[in-house]
């Protein structure tokens, strides 16, 4: 059973940094792409950002380009995401996501099976 257990949530101001992390257990981690993704209440949940396995290939929303960084740590079976320059529109609940298998698109929500229990991030103005 894959367990995702995410962390680094909380309140920031715009223009400040933070850093989600997401522990991974349950299989190999290094073999899969790891993605994150965002809810807001009543929306649909949203691609955020994806790594490759090695972490040489990354994927970002428009949204997030040149403002967050995805990256892995695959001895600490770890995923981060660097939320720099934050918005008040990313004030959302964040998702570390894994999939059942290899992935095709690693910006697709239907591409992964495994979610974390998600990370409350509060930007404020």
């Known amino acids: 059973q894959v367990q995702l257990v995410e962390s680094g949530g909380g309140l920031v101001q715009a223009g400040d940094s933070l850093r989600l992390s997401c522990v991974a257990s349950?299989?190999?981690?290094?073999?899969?792409?790891m993605g994150w993704f965002r809810q807001t209440q009543g929306e649909e949940r949203e691609f955020v950002a994806a790594?490759?396995?090695?972490?040489?290939?990354?994927w970002y929303a428009d949204s997030v380009k040149g403002r967050f960084t995805i990256s892995r740590d695959n001895a600490k079976n770890t995923v981060f995401l660097q939320m720099n320059s934050p918005k008040p529109e990313d004030t959302a609940v964040y998702y570390c996501a894994a999939p059942v298998r290899t992935v095709i698109d690693p910006t697709e929500l239907s591409e992964y099976g495994y979610w974390g229990q998600g990370t409350q991030v509060t930007v404020s103005s």
């Open positions: 349950g299989r190999t981690f290094s073999h899969y792409a």
């Open positions: 790594v490759s396995w090695s972490g040489d290939n990354t």
